[in-house]
């Protein structure tokens, strides 16, 4: 008999790393699916909040936040990729990408949490992202997106054009921040143990085998 677990995926739209964690969860899951019926809930985090509508060009965006120099961008963006090309996903950021705002495709991804459709949204929003170069702050591609996925498109662009749940979203994030997160992805199981960063798939299988294990007072070696 498979055992509960409530999953908070606590990330950005914008996170290369979070894509590689959700991939890497979700495999884990597939291995896990006779031990383990998971939920899992997304929850926001804004690695750029201030950003403009404009964007900014990724390679001066992460020389000025973190330091990085084009060559380790590049570097890194190599290492991303292979980890994406491992758990199935295809990266093709390069240097001429831009980093965006992400809040109201977080607005929508809490809509689509009432709606049953986060993670194909969640999904679908990093494809648009990373695979197809979009801009996760436009509204007509947030528009075009949700609807691909099955959400009404007409109640996604009254969303978009309104502040509905903007507060709501707000009120997350900060409850994660007032929790200890400040690096996406994190992943709290039964909210009380936490993953972080882009694990691989057997790092996830045997956290949450741990974690059901010790849910049932048992121990694993």
């Known amino acids: 008999m498979s055992s509960a677990l409530k999953i908070d995926f606590v990330s950005d739209v ?18 896990l699916r006779d031990e383990v019926q998971a939920e899992i809930r997304f929850q926001p985090f804004e690695l750029n909040p201030k950003m403009g509508a404009e964007g900014q060009n990724i390679g001066e965006h992460i020389q000025e936040k973190y330091g990085s120099t084009p060559e380790q961008s590049q570097k890194n963006r190599e290492v991303i990729r292979a980890r994406g090309a491992d758990v ?17 495709a977080h607005r ?5 949490g009432e709606e049953g459709l986060q993670l194909p949204l969640k999904e679908a929003l990093f494809k648009a992202y990373f695979t197809d170069g979009g801009n996760p702050s ?5 528009a075009q997106i949700a609807e691909s996925v ?23 994030e ?10 996406v992805p994190t992943v709290v ?33």
């Open 88 to 104: 199935g996903f295809a990266f093709r950021t390069d240097s001429n990408s831009r980093i965006y705002n992400t809040f109201d």
């Open 189 to 221: 199981f039964n909210g009380q143990y936490a993953v972080t960063g882009g694990q691989p798939v057997d790092t996830f299988v045997g956290a949450i085998r741990q974690i059901m294990s010790e849910a049932k007072g048992g121990t694993v070696n």
């Open 138 to 142: 436009d509204h007509g591609q947030l």
């Open 150 to 172: 099955g959400l009404d498109r007409q109640r996604a662009e009254a969303i978009l054009a309104s502040d509905e749940f903007a507060s709501d979203v707000r009120e997350e």
């Open 174 to 183: 900060q409850l994660w921040l007032s929790r200890g997160v400040s690096s």
């Open 108 to 112: 929508l991804l809490h809509w689509a």
């Open 14 to 31: 914008s996170c290369p790393w979070c894509v590689v964690g959700l991939y890497g969860l979700l495999r884990a899951l597939e291995i």
